[in-house]
């Protein structure tokens, strides 16, 4: 499985950008994606998480304001980041872990880039 994000950029505090992850190779294989940051001087964290497509997870931090989905005919997942904040600024990185023979393996995009103005 490979992944690409794309949608990253400069916006103000309060405005919207929407990622995308488009996967591709073995993406039926996929049981779980999900999206992750890392600010400079942080760990990287889970920001949000989608299960089989439907059952969805947000860290407290973006609960009501980001709404991750997935779209299995395109094998692209978004994140839709409204009402952005300063602290939301970060890599951004899309996540898949799908099923190999005998296990689990997990697959990283190269990250794209989120800058909020204050």
């Known amino acids: 499985v490979q992944l690409v994000e794309s949608g990253g950029g400069l916006v103000q505090a309060g405005g919207s950008l929407r990622l995308s992850c488009l996967a591709s190779?073995?993406?039926?294989?996929?049981?779980?994606m999900g999206w992750y940051r890392q600010a400079p001087g942080k760990q990287r964290e889970l920001v949000a998480s989608?299960?089989?497509?439907?059952?969805?997870n947000y860290a407290d931090s973006v609960k009501g304001r980001f709404t991750i989905s997935r779209d299995n005919v395109k094998n692209t997942m978004y994140l839709q980041m409204n009402s952005l904040k300063p602290e939301d600024t970060a890599v951004y990185y899309c996540h898949a872990l799908y099923r190999i023979q005998g296990g689990l393996e997990n697959a990283w995009g190269q990250g794209t880039q989120v800058t909020v103005s204050s």
């Open positions: 190779g073995s993406a039926f294989s996929i049981k779980a």
């Open positions: 989608i299960i089989s497509g439907a059952s969805t």
